[in-house]
Nanobody, 123 residues
Framework: QVQLVESGGGSVQAGDSLTLSCAES????????MGWFRRAPGKDREFVAG????????EYAESVKGRFTISRDKARKTVSLQMNSAKPEDTAVYYC????????????????WGQGTQVTVTS
């Protein structure tokens, strides 16, 4: 059974940095395509970043481009989201997701989801 477990959330001040991690277990063979999504209070879940199986293709939401970096360690089966220059509008629950298909901004393309980790950015 595939499990995704996020860690690293917390409360930071605007301008600070934070790194989220996602550990995958329960599957062998071809790596997943991985993504990060977030849901802010009162808003829909939105795509943040995605990375392909080999790690050489990354996509970002316009709102985080240049500030966030997604990366993966295939040997450790972890995916990270480095968040720099955090803004109050980054406050949300962040979810790690895995897909057997391709990098997509559509959450329906991801079959597996973590429980989420809260990130709060104060001004």
């Amino acid at each position: 059974q595939v499990q995704l477990v996020e860690s690293g959330g917390g409360s930071v001040q605007a301008g600070d940095s934070l790194t989220l991690s996602c550990a995958e277990s329960g599957r062998t063979g071809t790596p997943f395509v991985m993504g990060w999504f977030r849901r802010a209070p009162g808003k829909d879940r939105e795509f943040v970043a995605g990375i392909n199986r080999s790690g050489n293709l990354r996509e970002y939401a316009e709102s985080v481009k240049g500030r966030f970096t997604i990366s993966r360690d295939k040997a450790r089966k972890t995916v990270s989201l480095q968040m720099n220059s955090a803004k109050p509008e980054d406050t949300a629950v962040y979810y790690c997701a895995a897909s057997t298909n391709f990098v997509s901004r559509d959450p329906r393309e991801y079959e597996y989801w973590g429980q989420g980790t809260q990130v709060t950015v104060t001004s």
